[in-house]
C-alpha cells in the first residue's frame, strides 16, 4: 500500500499543475457575440479543459462585443486587472488593431498574454480556370498591370485580408494604397466572387477552401505558413517556397489582466503546457479547424509584441 501512494504522489507532482495558485473559478472572455473566432477560442479551451480532466470545475464563458475586442480589452485592463481565474480570448487581428491605436489609449504591453492554442493560415488564390499556375507568375503578372488584378478579402481595408493583399502587392514593387480591393461580408461572398470573374484574386482563411479546393473550385497558389499543412493542402506550396518571405498565421490565444498575480499568471502559464500535449486537447482542436500552433509563456509575449510590431509597420506603409 505504501508503495502504491507513494507513486501515486509522484505522479501527481510530476504532472499536475500547481494547486495553490489555480483559481476557485475560471472565466473565458470573447470580445464578441456568440459564434464567432473568440467564441471558438474561449470554447475550444473550456471544453478541452474539462474533458481532460484539467480543472474541477467547468469553465464560464461570457462576451462582451465591441471594436472587435476592443472593448473587452479595456474592460479587463480598467476594470478586472488583478482577476486571476479571468483569460481573455485574442488573435492575431488583436495583434493588428492594436498596431493601428484601435483598442484606445491601451498598447500590446497593457495586458498579459498567456499562449496560443491553434491557428488558421492566409492563403491566396485564383479561379480555377485562371492561366496564373504560381505566386511567383502571380506577382510578376501583378506587378506589370495591378490595375489589372481586382482582390477580393473579407473585410474592410486595414483588415487582415486586406494585409494579405498587400503583402502581395508589396512583393510585386507595387503601392498597397492603390491595390483594387473589393470589401466583401466574409469568406463565402469572396470565393463566390472570384468564380463569377467579379475580382481575380482572392485572400482568405486556409479553413474557408477546403471544400472549394476538393470540388476544383478554386485554384490556392500559396499558403501563408512556415510549413506545408496537411490534407488537401499536402500539395499547395507555402509562400516562403516559392521565394516570398510571407507568413500569415490567424492564431488565437489568450491573455490575462496586467495585476495578475506572477504565481496566477504561471498556473496559466503551466495549464496551457499540459493542456496542449492531452489526445482531449488534439481532438478539440482537430474538430474546430485550427491547425497547431502551440506558444506560451515568454515565446508567446515575443510573438504577440513582434507581430504588433511587424503589423505597425506595414500599416504606415500603407498609408492607414
Known sequence: MKLILSIATLAATLFAVPATAQPAKTECLAGAKPGGGFDLTCRLLANSLQAAKIIRNPMAVSYMEGGVGAVAYNHVVGSRPADGGLVVAASSGSALLLAQKKFGNHDENAVRWVGALGADYGVIAVAPDSPIKSLKELVTEYAKNPA?????????????????????????????????????????????????????????????????????????????????????????????????????????????????????????????????????????????????????????????????????????????
Not at 505558413?225 to 499536402?234: E, I, M, Q, T
Not at 491573455?255 to 495578475?260: A, M, N, W
Not at 491547425?291 to 506603409?317: H, I, S
Open 148 to 320: 489589372g488584378f481586382p482582390i477580393g478579402g473579407g473585410g474592410a481595408v486595414g483588415s487582415q485580408d486586406w494585409m494579405k493583399a498587400a503583402l502581395i502587392a508589396r512583393a510585386g514593387g507595387a503601392d498597397p494604397k492603390k491595390m483594387r480591393y473589393a470589401a466583401l461580408e466574409g469568406g463565402g461572398a469572396v470565393t463566390t466572387a472570384l468564380q463569377g470573374g467579379h475580382i481575380k484574386i482572392a485572400a482568405g482563411d486556409a479553413s474557408e477552401m477546403v471544400k472549394l479546393i476538393e470540388a476544383n473550385r478554386i485554384r490556392v497558389l500559396a499558403i501563408m505558413s512556415d510549413k506545408r499543412l496537411p490534407g488537401v493542402f499536402a500539395n499547395i506550396p507555402t509562400a516562403k517556397e516559392q521565394g516570398y518571405d510571407i507568413e500569415w498565421p490567424i492564431w488565437r490565444g489568450f491573455y490575462v489582466g496586467p495585476k495578475v498575480t506572477e504565481a496566477e499568471y504561471k498556473w496559466w502559464v503551466d495549464t496551457l503546457t499540459k493542456l496542449i500535449t492531452t489526445p482531449e486537447f488534439k481532438q478539440e482542436q482537430e474538430t474546430r479547424g485550427l491547425f497547431p500552433f502551440d506558444m506560451v509563456g515568454t515565446q508567446y509575449d515575443e510573438r504577440v509584441k513582434a507581430d504588433v510590431k511587424r503589423f505597425r509597420a506595414l500599416a504606415t506603409e500603407a498609408g492607414l
